[in-house]
């Protein structure tokens, strides 16, 4: 008897650490019902929806490299660059947007396999590397456009994404929690998804079974370039003017939110699923001290109060188990 309810406990313990994100955010939803029945609104929930994603879906690919052990901290810069390139190549022309989407998703991927062959042939840390490509991305978009706002968004384009099906659910919503389910289908169902947590759980295991982990590094890093290319995309059909600066700081947010959500910097956990679930809990908390009508500055601190907070009983629940 002992022994079954030692092992039922156990098997509670992993079942709260594996959804413990998922309890964080029901938990901070229905803080924020009780704050403002606003978020009992179906017209506002999506929007805060469609707020959070551009930086929801460039923490999906972000996700994929942090499941493997290593990190992406250019994904702002990649963000801005991919941005101002779609808003240039379009040049106010609906004959452009196709191809104006198809070069920034281009140039996103593009980066992120520099990142991926960098990393998998030198030693140096991806936190350094990146955090380096970043800097260099961010001087070439300066270039690029020459330090001011270039490109017309195309007519019709914004309009595209921000109209609401319905009245109620706006088309980037819709687009962001697509790419959601399909970065979910890749992590679970595909052969690539199951080797990046053998590589991040167990490098040395995953390199005597003959796994080609240079070649799963590349290809994790230059999904997190894309989904960046298609967060600038997203970016720029939410906010409709280019900015050379419309990315910068959004890999603190993207980290958070992957982190959050029980990708750890170590590798070998977490998902998709949870990190669509940490951005929740970020884009909700900040709406709450939005709504709260404190100045912005001070929002940033109650909403990095949220996130150490937040985190903490995360971790609580996962040392249980």
Same mark, same amino acid.
């Given at each position: 008897?002992?022994?079954?309810?030692?092992?039922?406990?156990?098997v509670?313990?992993?079942l709260?650490?594996r959804?413990?994100?998922?309890i964080?955010?029901?938990?901070?939803?229905?803080?924020?019902v009780?704050?403002s029945?606003?978020?009992l609104?179906p017209?506002?929930?999506f929007?805060?929806?469609?707020?959070?994603?551009p930086?929801?879906?460039?923490?999906?690919?972000?996700t994929y490299v942090?499941?493997?052990?290593?990190?992406?901290?250019?994904?702002?810069?990649v963000?801005?660059?991919?941005?101002?390139l779609?808003?240039?190549?379009?040049?106010?022309d609906?004959?452009?947007?196709?191809?104006?989407?198809?070069? *920034?998703?281009?140039?996103g991927?593009?980066i992120?396999?520099?990142?991926?062959i960098?990393?998998?042939?030198?030693?140096?840390s991806?936190?350094?590397?990146t955090?380096?490509t970043?800097?260099a991305?961010?001087?070439?978009?300066?270039?690029? *456009?020459?330090?001011?706002?270039?490109?017309?968004?195309?007519p019709?384009?914004?309009e595209?994404?921000?109209y609401?099906?319905g009245?109620?659910?706006?088309?980037?919503?819709?687009?962001f929690?697509?790419?959601?389910?399909?970065g979910?289908l890749?992590?679970r169902f595909?052969?690539?998804?199951?080797?990046?947590?053998l590589?991040?759980?167990?490098?040395r295991?995953?390199?005597?079974?003959?796994?080609?982990?240079?070649?799963?590094?590349?290809?994790?890093?230059?999904?997190?370039?894309?989904?960046?290319?298609?967060a600038?995309i997203?970016?720029l059909?939410?906010s409709?003017?280019s900015?050379?600066?419309?990315?910068?700081?959004?890999?603190f947010?993207v980290?958070?939110?992957?982190?959050?959500?029980?990708t750890?910097?170590?590798?070998?956990?977490?998902g998709?699923?949870?990190t669509?679930?940490?951005?929740?809990?970020?884009?909700?908390?900040?709406?709450?001290?939005?709504?709260s009508?404190?100045?912005?500055?001070?929002q940033?601190?109650?909403?990095?109060?949220?996130?150490?907070?937040?985190?903490?009983?995360y971790?609580?629940?996962?040392?249980?188990?």
């Amino acid at each position: 008897m002992t022994a079954f309810a030692a092992s039922h406990r156990e098997v509670a313990a992993q079942l709260m650490s594996r959804y413990a994100i998922f309890i964080v955010l029901v938990l901070v939803y229905f803080l924020a019902v009780a704050i403002s029945d606003a978020f009992l609104v179906p017209t506002y929930i999506f929007n805060v929806v469609r707020q959070v994603a551009p930086v929801g879906i460039a923490a999906i690919g972000v996700t994929y490299v942090m499941i493997l052990g290593g990190v992406d901290l250019s994904i702002g810069a990649v963000i801005s660059l991919t941005s101002v390139l779609c808003a240039v190549q379009m040049n106010g022309d609906q004959a452009n947007v196709a191809m104006a989407i198809a070069i *920034s998703c281009a140039a996103g991927a593009a980066i992120g396999t520099i990142n991926g062959i960098a990393v998998a042939l030198t030693r140096v840390s991806p936190f350094v590397l990146t955090l380096g490509t970043g800097v260099a991305v961010l001087g070439l978009t300066q270039i690029y *456009s020459g330090g001011t706002a270039r490109g017309i968004v195309a007519p019709g384009f914004r309009e595209v994404f921000n109209y609401r099906i319905g009245d109620v659910v706006p088309v980037l919503a819709i687009a962001f929690l697509a790419l959601a389910v399909l970065g979910l289908l890749v992590q679970r169902f595909t052969v690539f998804g199951r080797q990046l947590f053998l590589i991040g759980s167990n490098r040395r295991a995953a390199h005597l079974s003959g796994l080609s982990m240079a070649r799963v590094t590349i290809l994790a890093y230059a999904l997190s370039g894309l989904f960046g290319g298609f967060a600038g995309i997203a970016l720029l059909a939410r906010s409709g003017v280019s900015n050379t600066l419309s990315g910068q700081g959004l890999e603190f947010q993207v980290l958070a939110a992957v982190v959050l959500g029980g990708t750890t910097f170590e590798g070998g956990r977490g998902g998709v699923a949870g990190t669509i679930a940490g951005i929740l809990v970020l884009v909700i908390a900040f709406n709450l001290v939005n709504i709260s009508g404190l100045p912005y500055h001070m929002q940033l601190v109650v909403m990095g109060t949220i996130i150490i907070v937040a985190s903490a009983v995360y971790g609580q629940i996962s040392a249980r188990s």
